[in-house]
């Protein structure tokens, strides 16, 4: 087992890791920006260290200060959290050049399936159905003669994409070109990759994803599958895991695509693979996330694995010590995002001083955040202030839970999302489950 272990993140998923880090015995390092030097993952870490001035692009994503501190410190181990660099090839190619473990798959896993275009054909050949769509798009003149045999509506999607950007929605052919021009230009100041793909845009879907963790002897396990559909412009803002949509043929269907799925690249790691649901119950791999995701929290309540300590564990080499048929998913468990947000105001990004700060307790409510009293929410970075989860014996309990949950967080300061919240756990769609990725859009125009 590593003895020292470097996290390169921040906020909410830095805390977590410092603790399971704690939990099992292993020195950390933090790195942080010049804005985030009052932080709370700076406190908690063994070691801290500087990277850099306040934009990202200048600490967090800056490749060599981050090696440099690992180096620095005596680092076995980086774990890359969410986001930032946390499935970038280069990144895990020059930890593995410097004798750094990269907990997550290696380089070329990353780049296989940060290629979305060819994780598909990838996942084609592994039987694993696939929305259909064409192969990437050399011009505006290919994006119109392949839309036209696609057919409308029709998504455009950049091959390096992520955390909704480089995607759009086109209804009719007079609006193809200006799209994938957007969609273009947004992917390549994004991801520095401006290709792009086209995909039949299917209406109405739910986004289920299946959680997977793999070793390095083949092993393979499928941890149940959370539902991500309540969305804005692609951002997952609630989570919830069983899905209440799916039957049970559906779900070993999906949980038996899903392990094809890792085992066709020989995965190792953690990772979630995505699918699209229709109406019908027919699932479409959509993408794998190379990483531990933002909602990992609902999984964790309803297997009992902590996801963090097996992603460490696996990247030191460890064999799981649990099968697929050990696994067993007990209540339900949901999880709303709390974001630094307006949403009466176009979801404006909101920072300040937390004023007041009351977390709320009780058995089975856990709050994932970096927040503290008086703590200065800086405006650099991602809105997220923590994650609300909660667990019961069935959704109907677990719902009341996260309402009366909500009605007890207290964040004064910024503007947040918690009365959002209330108003999608009220919501007759939510409450019967059969929401969609439209949800949220359909919500707001009718209020």
């Not at 660099?85 to 780049?111: H, K, V, W």
């Not at 070109?177 to 995909?199: I, N």
């Not at 799981?320 to 468990?333: I, N, T, Y």
């Not at 001083?353 to 955040?369: A, E, K, S």
């Amino acid at each position: 087992m590593f003895r020292k272990l470097l996290i390169a993140n921040r906020g909410e998923i830095a805390v977590r890791i410092i603790r399971a880090c704690k939990e099992m015995g292993i020195s950390t390092v933090a790195v942080f920006s010049e804005a985030d030097r009052e932080a709370l993952h700076v406190s908690l870490a063994d070691e801290s260290i500087c990277i850099g001035p306040a934009r990202v692009q200048d600490s967090y994503l800056n490749i060599p200060a981050v090696l440099s501190a690992a180096v620095e410190t005596g680092a076995e181990a980086i774990h890359p959290g969410y986001g930032l660099l946390s499935e970038n090839a280069r990144f895990a190619q020059l930890c593995e050049e410097c004798g750094i473990a990269f907990l997550g798959p290696d380089a070329r896993l990353i780049s296989l399936l940060g290629d979305k275009e060819q994780a598909k054909a990838t996942m084609r050949k592994a039987g694993v159905p696939v929305v259909p769509g064409c192969d990437l798009i050399k011009d505006k003149e290919t994006a119109v003669k392949e839309a036209t045999k696609i057919g409308f509506p029709l998504l455009i999607k950049a091959r390096s994409g992520g955390g909704g950007r480089g995607i759009r929605l086109v209804r009719a052919p007079d609006e193809v070109e200006s799209a994938y021009m957007a969609a273009y230009k947004e992917a390549e100041s994004a991801f520095g990759d401006g290709a792009c793909y086209m995909e039949k845009y299917l209406r109405p879907v739910k986004h289920v994803e299946v959680q997977v963790l793999c070793d390095n002897f083949g092993g393979v396990v499928c941890l149940g599958e959370r539902e991500c559909s309540v969305q804005r412009k692609n951002q997952k803002l609630l989570e919830e895991s069983p899905s209440p949509a799916i039957s049970e043929e559906t779900r070993a269907a999906m949980m038996e695509a899903a392990a094809s799925a890792a085992r066709a690249v020989g995965y190792k790691s953690l990772g979630t693979i995505e699918f699209l649901v229709d109406k019908d119950q027919n699932f479409y791999f959509m993408e794998m996330n190379t990483r531990l995701q933002v909602e990992h929290p609902v999984t964790e309540m309803v297997t009992g694995v902590d996801l963090v300590k097996w992603q460490i564990r696996v990247g030191a080499g460890l064999p799981l010590d649990f099968e697929q048929k050990d696994v067993r998913l007990s209540g339900h468990a949901i999880e709303c995002r709390i974001n630094a947000e307006d949403a009466d105001k176009d979801f404006m990004p909101s920072c300040g001083r937390i004023q007041l700060l009351h977390i709320p307790g009780g058995p089975w409510v856990r709050f994932d955040t970096a927040l503290y009293q008086d703590y200065l929410v800086p405006p650099f970075y991602d809105s997220l202030l923590g994650k609300l989860i909660v667990h019961a014996r069935t959704r109907e309990e677990a719902v009341r839970k996260m309402q009366a949950a909500l009605c007890e967080l207290v964040i004064e300061g910024v503007s947040h999302t918690a009365e959002l919240q209330m108003d999608i756990l009220s919501h007759p769609d939510f409450t019967a489950g059969s929401y969609d990725t439209g949800f949220l859009e359909d919500m707001q125009k009718r209020n």
